[in-house]
């Protein structure tokens, strides 16, 4: 679901983040629009905005857990682990995390990738939602959704800061819902 859809209908912090976010023709290959988040990042005011539609929407959730999809949920998740009194649980790539950690592979489009995460990082019950910048395909949140699972925390919902109208990755969340604040801007055409 859509922000907008949620009760921030004509809310102008989701036009102002929209705004902030640069949007790169045809990088990394030809005919992708690539949503630069940095330039959000830079902007003090939109980011604020974005961690903060999320801190109003988790904070009476009962949210223990807010997971971190590597690099760019490491970005948004913290500041919103902190402000609704939750820890934060870094999701990354294969060999990144020392000590012993739990593995959750995942296909894309051409290949596949993991996500790891610490073996005690969560406990049986907690609650949690999975934050990154972006749903394309739904993949990463997939896995990361199952990751959680397997060490027994109950995940509540995925959030991105961008994801496309249609939701093409909601089908593959399990029955997750996913919130989204703003869709990916639109040049000549292009995603």
């Known amino acids: 679901m859509f922000a907008a ?11 102002a983040i929209s705004d902030a976010i640069r949007v790169v ?22 980011f604020k905005d974005t961690v903060d539609i ?3 929407r988790y904070r009476d959730m009962n949210i223990s857990v807010v997971a971190g999809v590597e690099a760019r949920g490491f970005m948004f998740g913290p500041s919103i682990a902190l402000a609704i009194g939750a820890k934060f649980v870094p999701l990354r790539k294969p060999k990144k ?28 019950g907690e609650r949690a939602i999975v934050i990154d910048d972006l ?11 199952r990751l959680l699972e397997r060490a027994g925390a109950q995940v509540v919902e995925c959030a991105c800061v961008i994801g496309l109208r249609e939701a093409k990755g909601q089908r593959r969340l399990n029955g997750k819902p996913l919130y989204i604040l703003v869709e990916p801007r639109e040049i000549d055409g292009c995603y």
């Open 5 to 15: 859809e949620n009760g921030l209908k004509g809310d102008p912090r989701l036009q």
């Open 25 to 46: 023709p045809h990088f990394p290959k030809q005919g992708i629009m690539f949503q630069d988040i940095t330039t959000l990042l830079l902007d003090h005011k939109a």
């Open 54 to 56: 999320f801190v109003d």
């Open 97 to 124: 995390l020392p000590g012993e950690v739990i593995a959750e592979a995942y296909e894309l489009e051409y290949g596949t990738d993991c996500l790891e995460m610490h073996v005690a990082a969560v406990q049986g």
């Open 135 to 145: 749903v394309a395909t739904g993949g990463t949140l997939s896995a990361a959704i």
